[in-house]
């Protein structure tokens, strides 16, 4: 009974790493995104930078 518990638990933690890792990649991607657009927006008047970010 316990090697097999411990295999339950070992399958769910690695399900929720899984599901963990699929979430972090799709939040990179739209930061990915997010940092191109910043190059692609000009604003039409500020500081002249062509920035729409300070950094």
């Known amino acids: 009974m316990g090697p097999l518990l411990a ?5 769910l933690l690695l399900f929720g790493i899984g599901f963990a890792v699929k979430i972090l990649w799709w939040v990179a991607v739209v930061v990915l995104v ?21 950094w």
């Open 7 to 11: 295999v339950l638990l070992l399958a």
């Open 34 to 54: 997010v940092w191109l657009l910043g190059f692609l927006v000009r604003p039409g008047s500020g500081s002249g930078r062509g920035r729409w970010y300070r």
